[in-house]
């Protein structure tokens, strides 16, 4: 089991940042593809940035331009940087990470941690 630890979250008033950070306990982080999603209460879960183990990004629509995902493999950690935050962006944040094999695919989650954006 891939253990994964978030932490960073916590309130901002519209349009300050925050960084979530998400360590991963295993010794193969380097493979894995990881991801952060969001899931606000009521709404079903979303992707919000993802990184393959090869450091391809990709980002959802609403986010392209003030966040940023990025993987530390020598820290076991990957980052979402959030800058310019709206309202919209208030959610419990998720990191996951992923291993696709023929046979299996292999899916993890943290716990969350919370990001509210108010005035």
């Known amino acids: 089991q891939v253990q994964l630890v978030e932490s960073g979250g916590g309130w901002v008033q519209p349009g300050g940042s925050l960084r979530l950070s998400c360590v991963a306990s295993?010794?193969?982080?380097?493979?894995?593809?990881m991801g952060w999603y969001r899931q606000a209460p009521g709404r079903q879960r979303e992707l919000v940035a993802g990184?393959?183990?090869?450091?391809?990004?990709n980002y959802a629509d609403n986010v392209k331009g003030r966040f940023t995902i990025s993987r530390d493999n020598a820290k076991n950690t990957v980052y979402l940087r959030m800058n310019s935050l709206k309202p919209e962006d208030t959610a419990v944040y998720f990191c996951n990470a992923e291993k696709v094999v023929v046979a299996a695919r292999y899916d993890y989650w943290g716990q969350g941690t919370q990001v509210t954006v108010s005035s």
């Open positions: 295993t010794s193969m982080f380097s493979i894995y593809h």
């Open positions: 990184i393959t183990s090869g450091g391809i990004t």
